[in-house]
C-alpha cells in the first residue's frame, strides 16, 4: 500500500510562483511513474504532467509548458511541482499520484495511476 500526501498549496498572486510537495510511503516510490493532476472548481479533472520512475522523462500539459516543472527525489520518496508565472487559471486542487512504471506512456496517464493523494489547494488572484 503506498500514501501520498502532497502539500505546499496556498493563496498567491498572478504572476507568483509556488512549489508542491508529494510525500510517499512505501518501498515502491522509486520504481513507479508520478503524476500531478488538478481539478477546478466545477471542472473535470486534468491531466498537468508526468515523470518517469528515474526522473530522466517528462512531459506536461499544453496549458502549462514552460511554466511548470516537475522534479523527484527517490532518495527522499518526494516528489515536486514547481509552478511559476501562475494564472487565475491554474486554481484547483492539485493532485499527485503512482502508477507501475509504463504508465509513463500511457495516452491517458491518470488510467495508469494506482495511488492518489487528497490533494492541496492552490488559488491564484488576479
Known amino acids: 500500500q503506498v500514501q501520498l500526501v502532497e502539500s505546499g498549496g496556498g493563496l498567491v498572486q498572478a504572476g507568483g510562483s509556488l512549489r508542491l510537495s508529494c510525500a510517499a510511503s512505501?518501498?515502491?516510490?522509486?520504481?513507479?511513474?508520478m503524476g500531478w493532476f488538478r481539478q477546478a472548481p466545477g471542472k473535470e479533472r486534468e491531466f498537468v504532467g508526468v515523470?518517469?520512475?528515474?526522473?530522466?522523462?517528462?512531459y506536461y500539459a499544453d496549458s502549462v509548458k514552460g511554466r511548470f516543472t516537475i522534479s523527484r527525489d527517490n532518495a527522499k520518496n518526494k516528489g515536486y511541482l514547481q509552478m511559476d508565472s501562475l494564472k487565475p487559471e491554474d486554481t484547483a486542487v492539485y493532485y499527485c499520484?503512482?502508477?507501475?512504471?509504463?504508465?509513463?506512456?500511457?495516452?491517458?496517464?491518470?488510467?495508469?495511476?494506482?495511488?492518489w493523494g487528497k490533494g492541496t489547494l492552490v488559488t491564484v488572484s488576479s
Open positions: 515523470i518517469s520512475w528515474s526522473g530522466g522523462s517528462t
Open positions: 512505501g518501498r515502491t516510490f522509486s520504481s513507479s511513474t
Open positions: 499520484a503512482t502508477g507501475p512504471s509504463g504508465s509513463y506512456y500511457y495516452g491517458e496517464v491518470a488510467n495508469g495511476m494506482d495511488y
